[in-house]
């Protein structure tokens, strides 16, 4: 009898500690799931699907120049873009700092806006080249090496430290991605490349640049008002970028016939560049630049419903099941909070003014 009771004491014990370690468990998911629904969260997944919006327009405006009116001129296109960031940021921070605060910038910082600016106009050129040169979709697959080069990174330069929901995270957008990419070679939407080797090398050095461009942005934005990062950015930016449309795309710019449309169609897509860039550092100052190549890939999911309007596309039957992988990856990444970066911030206390802070803009 003795042991019968021991027995069974034993049990309920058993269970008691269940109990307890469900019980234990059960809030920290209520914790996390609630998480997802807080104001930051939605305000980031917001700004990452606007920007994957502006991407989508700015596809679509070159699209519909380089089909409808045989223009090709990205280096032409940013140009104008880098000016007019570089105008109205600078503009602010000599409104907010004055002459002398724009010129101890210039005088302290140069070196990584210069810096930031080269990576950021060649990586736009590498990438639009790419496409004349491979298949559409090695240069889908190979842009996607942005992902895994930023969170190689940020874990080495910027000392973030990622957790396993945030891997989980970039792997299901990637496999979202993966599923499109697979949609399209089986639709036979593989446009052959003139040269493989040349687009592929062309693709990963542009995907590479934009990974640099991104965390050198989170590294500066972090630490500096953001007007003044972008007004450097687009100050710096139109000289590189002016100097090699002078070398590549004079000729070019001298046969184009100046159309509404096509003066339209550039309007449309510096306007859609000018909020990219406008929102882009508020994004990677509140997140991470992972989570802002994350939200991204949406793209071409927007692309699509574009193109039935516009281009009388079709819709593959994968495609509504990439762009479901792709938001749930996203939302996997979001169940903890990005990492913050650990690196030391050799540009917070580099001259007289305050370092900027989280609400600062």
Known sequence: ?????????????????????????????????????????LLIVFLGQVLSMCITVTNIFSTKLAQ???????????????????????????????????????????????LFAL???EGNYFMVKAFSYTSLLS??????????CVMLLSVFFLKMRFIRWHYLGVFTCLV????????DMTAGKNFPGSDYLKGDLFCLAGATCYALSNVLQEYLVRQKPMYEV????????????GIQLA??????????????????????????????????????????????????????????????????????????????LTILGIIIYNIYPAPEPKFKRRLADDDDQPSSQPGDV
């Open 1 to 41: 009898m003795l042991e019968e009771k021991n027995d069974s004491g034993s049990v309920e014990l058993k269970d008691f500690e269940e109990q307890q370690k469900e019980a234990a468990v059960r809030p920290v998911w209520k914790q996390r799931m609630s998480a997802l629904f807080t104001r930051h969260t």
């Open 68 to 114: 409808e009116h045989g223009v090709s001129i990205p280096t032409s296109q940013s140009f104008l873009n880098y000016l007019v960031l570089g105008i109205v940021y600078t503009g602010i921070t000599l409104h907010k700092e004055g002459f002398r605060g724009w010129l101890v910038a210039v005088k302290r910082r140069s070196l990584y806006y210069i």
């Open 119 to 121: 990576i950021d106009v």
């Open 139 to 148: 240069a889908m697959l190979l842009d996607t090496w942005t992902i895994p």
């Open 176 to 183: 979202g991605m993966g599923i499109l990419i697979w949609s």
């Open 230 to 241: 972008v007004g450097q950015l687009g100050f710096w930016a139109t000289i590189i970028n």
């Open 247 to 324: 070398i590549l795309e004079r000729g070019e710019l001298q046969s184009i016939t100046w159309t509404g449309p096509v003066v339209g169609y550039i309007i449309g897509f510096n306007i859609g560049m000018f909020i990219l860039y406008s929102i882009s550092p508020i994004l990677l100052r509140l997140s991470s630049a992972t989570f802002f190549n994350l939200s991204l890939l949406t793209s071409d999911f927007y692309g699509l419903i574009f193109g039935l309007i516009l281009f009388s596309a079709q819709m593959q039957e994968l495609y509504p099941v990439s762009y479901v």
